[in-house]
C-alpha cells in the first residue's frame, strides 16, 4: 500500500486570526454580515475537523462551506491583506479570461462536487468572486461533461486549485494512473447539495471515491452542504463513513427557516367528482396573471411532457411574451439551458417553465416567485423549489401550488402544515449496490491497479458497504476477472487480470470502453433532434421515436419541428409549416409517489374535516366534495381503514384508502386481488392512485371473510408477491439498469450506439443465462431486492400493511360513485379509452352524480 502524503500543518492561531480578518472586511465590503452558522463552519474547519451543513435555500450555506478553505488559503500566504482587493471589473474580467498557468499556483487542494453538470458553471461563479477579491493566487474551473476537450486536455497535465465537478468526472479522474499524484495535495472535498446524492447510485459512487481519497489523504476534511433533509445523522454517517474519526465531526444547522408563503390557486368551481389532470389548464388565466403580477417566476412542473404542454399554453395566452418565456429541462441541448439559466440571473426572463432540472442550487436572484403545478408529491420538494424565490436570506420565498385535481388542494393545505411543523422527509442510502462496486473495482484496476485485501478494507469505510463480506468480495473479484461460473468462456467478460497479485486492466479497448461506460445514470436510449440547416435542440427517447414515421410533427423546446429523416443516432427536422401542432413527447421517468410525511399531513387534514374543521382557504373550497363524501359513505380518520363497496353495469367494485402512496397501492391491489382469488376463482381489473386502490370484478369479491382470516397480514408476504405479480418480467426490467452499471453491455463509441432494442435483447439474454446456468449470481439477487424497494416500496408496503391489521375497518356499501373513488375508476378507464371517448363518458357521468349530490346535500353548502 503506497504511503500517504503527509498532511500539511494548519496555520498557526494568530495567521489564521489575521486571515479571518480578511474575509470579514469582504463581508463588509459587500453590505453582508456574516451568519453565526458560516463563522461556526469555519472555526471547525480551522480545527481540522469534517462536517454537514444543513441550511435553507437561499440563506448561506455555500459561503459556510468555501470561506473556510479560503481562509486557510489567506493564513498560508505571507502578510493576510485586511481589506478586499478587487473591483468588481477585475472580477468580471478575470472570470472572463482563460486561466492563467505558472509554477507559483497552488495544485489541486480544493475539490467541490456537485449533483448537476448545470450547477458546476454557477457554482464556480459564485467561489471565484470571493476567492480574486481576496488576492488568492489560485485557479478554478469545472470538469463535467460539457467541458471543452482542450480544458480536459490541460487537466490531464496539472489541475486547477480549485475544481468543480461531478460523481461521474471524478470517478473518470480515477481511472488515471497518475491519480495519486494528482490528488497529492487535495485539502479537503465539499459535497454540495448531498441531499439529493445521498439515496441515489450516484451517492454510493460519491461514497467509494472519497474513500479512496481517504486512503491517499486521511487528514482529508469532508463537508457535505445539504438542504430539506429529515436524516441529518444519518446523512452525516454516510458522507464521512462508519469508522470513528480523530476528529469529531461537526453538524452544523443553518439560520433558522425563513418564511415560506405557501397559496394556492383556487379554482372559481370545485367539481365534486374529481379526477387525476381535470383542471391543469383550465387554471391557465389565473397562472399567467401570476406571472405577470412578479418580476420572474419559475413555473414548475413534475414532467417534461407538462413543462412543454404548459410553455406552449402560457405563450399561445401571451404571445407578447415572445423572447421573455422560455422553458428548461433535461432534455434540452445545455446550450439552451445555458442561455435560460443566464437570462433568468440577469432577469431578462419574466418566467421559465422547468421540471426539477431547475430544483438545485442555481442562484436566480431576480426569481420573486414559483409556481408549483401539480402535487409536489413530497414536503421537502416544494421547500426546495419554493427557496428557488427570493433567493436572499432577507426575503421570503413565495410558492404557489396549481391544483391539476381538487384533492390536490387539499396537498397544498398539507404540505404548507407539515412545513411549517418541520416534517421533512429523509432520504435513505443504498446497501450494498455490487453493480456501482463492479464498476468501482475496474476503475481502480484501471487506474493503476490493487491489491486485493487492500482495497476490501478501504471500500468497506463506507456507509454502503460497511458489512460487505469476504465471500462477496470474492464474488466480486471472480466476476471482473472471468464473468462469473456463467460467462467464463467469453473473454469479453474478463475484464481485470491478475498479475503478480495485482489487479489491473492492461486492454486498452476495455479501458476505453469503460471510461465511457463510468456512472449510474441509465434510461432509454436518446437520440439528438437537430436542425437540417441550424442549431440542435434536445433528445427525445428512442420509444418516442419510434411511434414517428418521416412527415409527423413534434414539439420540443416550445418549437414544432416535423422530422425528417434519422441517421447516425440524430433526428433531423424542419421547422414545421403553418399552424400546426406537433405530438408532445413522452420521456421515461419515475413516477414520484406521495411521500409518508405528506400523506400523513393529507390524513390530518381529512381528520379536521371529519371533525367539521376546514381551516384555509384550500379545505374551504373543496368542502362540498368532502360533504359528499361524508353523506354518501365515509372521511376516514387517521386510525380507520375506509372500504367502499358499489356495484354498477362494469361489476363489483372493492375501493379500499390506505393513504400509501400509488407504488405501494399497486402492490397491496395485485395482492388483495391474489388473496382474494385464492379463496374464490375471481377475476380482477384494477387501479392504483396515491389515495388508495379499486379492484373490479364480474361477481362479488369474499371480501368480509376474507379481512377475517387476515387479507392485510405479513405472514407469507414474499412468496404471496411473488405469486400475484409478473417478478421474471419485473427483475428483467430492473436488470437492464444494473447490467448497464456493472459493466455487462455496452452503448457502443460516439456515432455507432447501440438502440435500446439491441441493449435490451442483450440484457435480458444475460439475465435467462444468469438464471439458468448461475442462479446464485449476485446481480440477480440484487435485481430482486431492487424491485421490491424502487419498484413496490416494500419496506413501506410492510409497514402498511401492519397498520392496515391495527386499523378499525369501516366498511360502506355505496349506490354510487363516491368522491374519493371516481379518479380511482376513470384512472381504470383511461387504459382502454381514448381521449376524446374517455372526456365524454366522464362527462356523463359526472353531470349524473352531480345531479344526485346536489339533491341530497346541496342545501347544506
Known amino acids: 500500500m503506497p504511503l500517504a502524503t503527509p498532511a500539511p500543518s494548519l496555520p498557526s492561531a494568530a495567521r489564521w486570526a489575521k486571515a479571518r480578518s480578511s474575509a470579514l472586511a469582504w463581508f463588509r465590503a459587500a453590505d453582508w454580515t456574516p451568519f453565526p452558522f458560516q463563522k461556526e463552519t469555519w472555526t471547525a474547519y480551522a480545527e481540522g475537523r469534517s462536517g454537514l451543513i444543513h441550511a435553507t435555500t ?83 474551473e469545472t470538469r463535467t461533461g460539457d467541458t471543452a476537450s482542450s480544458v480536459r486536455n490541460r487537466q490531464r497535465t496539472r489541475l486547477p486549485t480549485v475544481l468543480v465537478t461531478t460523481p461521474e468526472s471524478l470517478s473518470l479522474m480515477l481511472t488515471r494512473p497518475d491519480a495519486e499524484h494528482q490528488f497529492r495535495d487535495l485539502r479537503a472535498v465539499i459535497v454540495d447539495e448531498w441531499h439529493e446524492l445521498l439515496s441515489t447510485k450516484r451517492g454510493v459512487q460519491v461514497e467509494l471515491a472519497l474513500a479512496r481519497l481517504r486512503r491517499w489523504r486521511p487528514e482529508l476534511r469532508t463537508w457535505g452542504v445539504s438542504a430539506t433533509l429529515g436524516n441529518l445523522e444519518q446523512a452525516q454517517e454516510v458522507l464521512l463513513g462508519p469508522e470513528p474519526r480523530r476528529l469529531t465531526p461537526a453538524r452544523i444547522q443553518g439560520r433558522q427557516r425563513k418564511r415560506i408563503v405557501i397559496d394556492s390557486v383556487i379554482p372559481r368551481s370545485i367539481e365534486r367528482f374529481p379526477w387525476a389532470g381535470h383542471l391543469g389548464l383550465r387554471l391557465l388565466p389565473e397562472v399567467v396573471a401570476a406571472i405577470d403580477e412578479a418580476r420572474s417566476t419559475l ?412 387479507l392485510f397480514t405479513t405472514n407469507r408476504l414474499a412468496d404471496d408477491i411473488a405469486h400475484c405479480l409478473n417478478s421474471v418480467e419485473m427483475g428483467k426490467r430492473q436488470f437492464r439498469e444494473i447490467a448497464r452499471i456493472a459493466g455487462l453491455v455496452f452503448s457502443g463509441f460516439p456515432g455507432a450506439q447501440k438502440s435500446a432494442r439491441q441493449l435490451q435483447a442483450s440484457t435480458g439474454l444475460l439475465y435467462d443465462v444468469f438464471s439458468n446456468y448461475d442462479p446464485a449470481n449476485l446481480l440477480l439477487d440484487q435485481a430482486r431486492r431492487e424491485v421490491l424497494e424502487r419498484q413496490l416500496e416494500h419496506a413501506r408496503l410492510v409497514e402498511t400493511l401492519r397498520a392496515l391489521e391495527r386499523a378499525r375497518v369501516v366498511h360502506r356499501n355505496c349506490e354510487r360513485f363516491t368522491p374519493l373513488a371516481f379518479p380511482l375508476m376513470v384512472d381504470r378507464l383511461r387504459e382502454r379509452l381514448t381521449s376524446e371517448k374517455l372526456s365524454d363518458r366522464i362527462q356523463r357521468m359526472q353531470q349524473v352524480l352531480e345531479r344526485a349530490a346536489e339533491a341530497s346535500v346541496g342545501s347544506h353548502r
Open 299 to 710: 413555473v414548475f412542473t413534475n414532467t417534461r411532457s407538462q413543462t412543454e404542454i404548459w410553455y406552449q399554453a402560457i405563450l399561445r395566452a401571451r404571445p407578447d411574451w415572445a423572447g421573455q418565456l422560455a422553458l428548461h429541462h433535461g432534455s434540452l441541448d445545455h446550450g439552451t439551458r445555458g442561455w435560460v439559466e443566464d437570462g433568468l440571473r440577469r432577469g431578462e426572463l419574466k418566467g421559465v417553465v422547468c421540471t426539477s432540472s431547475l430544483d438545485l442550487g442555481v442562484d436566480f436572484s431576480p426569481v420573486e416567485r414559483v409556481i408549483q403545478v401539480g402535487s409536489p408529491k413530497g414536503v421537502a420538494r416544494l421547500l426546495q423549489r419554493a427557496g428557488r424565490s427570493g433567493h436572499d436570506p432577507s426575503r421570503d420565498s413565495r410558492v404557489t401550488c396549481v391544483p391539476t385535481n381538487a384533492l390536490e388542494l387539499i396537498e397544498a393545505a398539507a404540505v404548507r402544515e407539515a412545513i411549517h411543523g418541520g416534517h421533512i422527509e429523509s432520504r435513505m442510502a443504498h446497501q450494498k449496490p455490487l453493480d456501482v462496486l463492479i464498476q468501482h473495482a475496474v476503475t481502480i484496476a484501471v487506474g493503476g491497479g490493487f491489491e486485493r485485501n487492500d482495497l476490501f478494507e478501504e471500500v468497506r469505510r463506507t456507509h454502503s458497504f460497511r458489512d460487505l463480506t469476504e465471500g462477496e468480495w470474492a464474488w466480486v473479484l471472480d466476476f471482473i476477472t472471468r464473468g462469473g461460473p456463467a460467462l467464463r468462456a467469453y473473454p469479453d467478460y474478463h475484464k481485470v487480470r491478475q498479475q503478480e497479485g495485482r489487479y489491473l486492466v492492461d486492454s486498452p479497448r476495455i479501458a476505453r470502453q469503460h471510461r465511457m461506460s463510468i456512472g449510474t445514470i441509465t434510461s432509454d436510449a436518446s437520440l439528438t433532434v437537430q436542425f437540417l440547416n441550424g442549431p440542435k435542440l434536445g433528445t427525445v427517447e428512442e420509444s418516442f421515436l419510434a411511434k414517428l414515421t418521416p412527415g409527423d410533427k413534434f414539439t420540443l423546446a416550445g418549437r414544432v419541428v416535423e422530422l425528417v429523416f434519422v441517421r447516425d443516432m440524430k433526428v433531423w427536422v424542419r421547422k414545421a409549416t403553418g399552424t400546426a401542432t406537433g405530438r408532445i413527447p413522452r420521456w421515461m421517468g419515475g413516477r414520484m409517489p406521495l411521500s409518508t410525511e405528506l400523506a400523513q399531513a393529507f390524513r390530518q387534514k381529512l381528520d379536521e374535516a371529519a371533525r367539521g374543521e376546514f381551516l384555509g382557504p384550500e379545505m374551504q373550497a373543496v368542502r362540498p366534495l368532502l360533504q359528499v363524501q361524508s353523506a354518501w359513505s365515509h372521511i376516514p380518520r387517521p386510525d380507520e381503514l375506509l372500504i367502499e363497496e358499489t356495484k354498477s353495469r362494469e361489476g363489483y367494485h372493492v375501493f379500499i384508502y390506505p393513504f400509501a402512496g400509488r407504488l405501494v397501492h399497486e402492490g397491496l391491489a395485485a395482492l388483495c386481488a391474489y388473496r382474494l382469488s385464492r379463496r374464490t376463482p375471481i377475476t380482477f381489473s384494477m387501479s392504483a392512485n396515491d389515495y388508495g386502490f379499486e379492484l373490479v370484478s364480474p361477481t362479488p369479491a369474499p371480501l368480509r371473510g376474507a379481512l377475517d382470516e387476515g
Open 58 to 140: 437561499g440563506t448561506g450555506k455555500t459561503y459556510a462551506a468555501w470561506f473556510g478553505p479560503l481562509i486557510e488559503g489567506l493564513a498560508e500566504q505571507r502578510g493576510a491583506r485586511s481589506e478586499p482587493a478587487a473591483t468588481d471589473e477585475a472580477v468580471e474580467a478575470t472570470g472572463k479570461r482563460k486561466a492563467a498557468r505558472s509554477k507559483a499556483e497552488p495544485p489541486l487542494r480544493i475539490l467541490w462536487i456537485t449533483p448537476l453538470r448545470a450547477l458546476a458553471a454557477d457554482t464556480a461563479t459564485s467561489l471565484i468572486r470571493p476567492m480574486l477579491d481576496l488576492g488568492l493566487p489560485w485557479t478554478l
